[in-house]
């Protein structure tokens, strides 16, 4: 399906990044994956170099925009294309609102919503140079829902599906889709300890998994779905659509 074509996914150290770099490698594409935590890094280069593809990895923090630019001019140098970007990575944590400070709430905005920004911006620069591509970007449900204390983390997913529908309207004359996904609770711990109680109370009957987003990812990208753009798929096991009441 993606055989030919070049997939950058940020965040590929772990988890649903890991997933997602797995996913389009056995789909036929070339992988670009970086994340900020070299260690982690080299597994997944390890596992997709198991598999005889073409990977390039480097180590990037998306929260500094040098080094995204650098990235781009590498791709464009040694691959001269690029037909998929996925944001994928992100930080976040719980702290009250009284609380956290202004460089706390800065890294996340930057990390998650500026990075997100700047990666899609320069991907676009290449991609409108040979036809076109797709841009997924990561929100989360809890964009449009919370629990107390995550208010960085909140506001940076909720303007990453702002910034998504705006960049499917300016870059579509490019012939550059852009689509955001919002994860509900995708566990990338051990599965295995999850409670029958966790697992009920989605109406699917189970926690997501990162593969659940990686097939997301690979249905959004598909050239023959080219007329979705602007769109978020939300991709929670129906949580966020249950009725809860106190007994």
């Known amino acids: 399906m993606f055989t030919g074509k070049v997939a950058l996914v940020t965040g590929a150290g772990r988890g649903i990044g890991r997933a997602v770099a797995l996913a389009y490698t056995e789909a036929g594409a070339s992988v670009v994956i970086i994340d900020k935590e070299a260690a982690m890094l080299a597994e997944t280069v390890g596992l997709i170099a198991s598999r005889e593809q073409q990977v390039i990895s480097a180590v990037i923090d998306v929260r500094r925009p040098r080094e995204i630019e650098d990235l781009f001019v590498q791709i464009s140098k040694e691959l001269g294309r690029l037909d998929i970007l996925i944001n994928n990575a992100g930080v976040g944590f719980m702290k009250s609102p009284y609380d956290i400070t202004v460089e706390e709430w800065d890294d996340v905005l930057a990390g998650n919503l500026r990075g997100t920004f700047l990666c899609a911006r320069e991907a676009a620069k290449i991609m409108r140079t040979h036809g076109g591509g797709s841009i997924v970007n990561l929100a989360s449900t809890r964009a449009t829902m919370s629990e107390p204390h995550w208010e960085a983390y909140a506001a940076s997913k909720g303007g990453i599906l702002g910034l998504t529908h705006a960049l499917a309207l300016s870059l579509g004359p490019d012939h550059i889709r852009v689509n955001a996904i919002s994860p509900g609770w995708i566990e990338t711990g051990?599965?295995?300890?999850?409670?029958?109680?966790?697992?009920?109370?989605?109406?699917?009957?189970?926690?997501?998994?990162?593969?659940?987003?990686?097939?997301?990812?690979?249905?959004?990208?598909?050239?023959?779905?080219?007329?979705?753009?602007?769109?978020?798929?939300?991709?929670?096991?129906?949580?966020?659509?249950?009725?809860?009441?106190e007994e």
């Open 190 to 245: 051990d599965y295995a300890k999850l409670r029958d109680d966790d697992h009920r109370q989605h109406p699917a009957g189970r926690v997501g998994r990162p593969d659940d987003i990686a097939r997301a990812c690979l249905y959004l990208t598909d050239p023959s779905n080219d007329f979705i753009t602007g769109a978020n798929l939300v991709i929670d096991g129906g949580m966020t659509r249950k009725m809860i009441y």
